[in-house]
Nanobody, 114 residues
Framework: QVQLVESGGGSVQPGGSLRLSCAAS????????MGWDRQAPGKQRELVAR???????YYADSVKGRFTISRDNAKNTLYLQMKNLKPEDTAVYYC????????WGQGTQVTVSS
């Protein structure tokens, strides 16, 4: 059974940093493209970042230059390093498994406010 468990969320001030982690299990992690999505209050879920099985990355324009997605295949773990956080980054962040079917974890809350 596919399991994706996010952690590392919290409350930070504008300009601060935070690193999210996603512990994956139930599938061959190293062979799948992975990513992060987010959903802010009253808004649709949106793509934040993607990383392919071979390490190629993609970012939404809104986070490009501030966020870095990475993966540690030996640990079956996906990361999202977030820097220079802005209030508009406030959302629930979801770890994403791509493939024939898309899967999401339960999400972790990130709140950016002064």
């Amino acid at each position: 059974q596919v399991q994706l468990v996010e952690s590392g969320g919290g409350s930070v001030q504008p300009g601060g940093s935070l690193r999210l982690s996603c512990a994956a299990s139930g599938f061959d992690f190293s062979r799948y493209d992975m990513g992060w999505d987010r959903q802010a209050p009253g808004k649709q879920r949106e793509l934040v970042a993607r990383i392919t099985a071979d390490g190629t990355t993609y970012y939404a324009d809104s986070v490009k230059g501030r966020f870095t997605i990475s993966r540690d295949n030996a640990k079956n773990t996906l990361y999202l390093q977030m820097k220079n956080l802005k209030p508009e980054d406030t959302a629930v962040y979801y770890c994403t498994k791509l493939g024939a079917k898309t899967s999401w974890g339960q999400g972790t809350q990130v709140t950016v406010s002064s």
